[in-house]
């Protein structure tokens, strides 16, 4: 049965489901071929082993990291249990994280100052940034509060 994989074919769909275009999963797909092997079996006798393509695994991964769907929902989209999800996904973590470095070495840099952040990436268009605010309690000392609130946003809980 296919995977939601076969069903994608235009930037817009590729953009949509790993957050990069047909284009630069082709690129990414080079490197990440070099460091991902496929399963030869499962662990459930007498299933088949699923993502052997290593492309339809690359899509695998960046799905999953693009759009959050729950394990129940991964595997429904690729036709494998929960638990093989999981698996996969902790197998197929480091392929990509070697394939990232390989291919965007810029991941590892540390930029001395604003400029040269500008210069690196100057003509580049969408730069996405990941990061979550954490709520701390408020201190009782009006200047330690400063040092950790803006103001800019109001809570009320």
Do not use: W
């Not at 490197?31 to 695994?57: I, M, S």
């Not at 959050?68 to 638990?83: C, D, Q, R």
């Not at 197929?92 to 990232?100: I, M, Y």
């Amino acid at each position: 049965m296919p995977s939601i994989y076969h069903h994608t074919r235009t930037d817009r769909q590729y953009k949509a489901t790993t957050g990069l275009t047909l284009s630069e999963f082709e690129k990414l797909a080079v490197a990440f071929e070099l460091y991902y092997t496929p399963k030869k079996t499962l662990l459930h006798a007498g299933k088949k082993p699923v993502l052997t393509d290593k492309k339809e695994a690359l899509f695998f991964i960046l799905h999953y990291l693009k759009a959050y769907p729950t394990l129940l929902n991964m595997g429904v989209y690729f036709n494998i249990s929960e638990y093989a999800v999981s698996q996969y996904l902790e197998l197929l973590k480091p392929c990509l994280k070697a394939a990232l470095h390989q291919v965007m070495p810029a991941s590892q840099a540390i930029f001395a100052n604003q400029r040269a952040f500008d210069e690196y990436f100057a003509g580049i268009e969408d730069l996405v940034i990941d990061v979550t605010e954490i709520p701390i309690e408020r201190a009782a000392n009006q200047e330690i509060q400063r040092e950790h609130y803006s103001g800019k946003k109001n809570f009320t809980p």
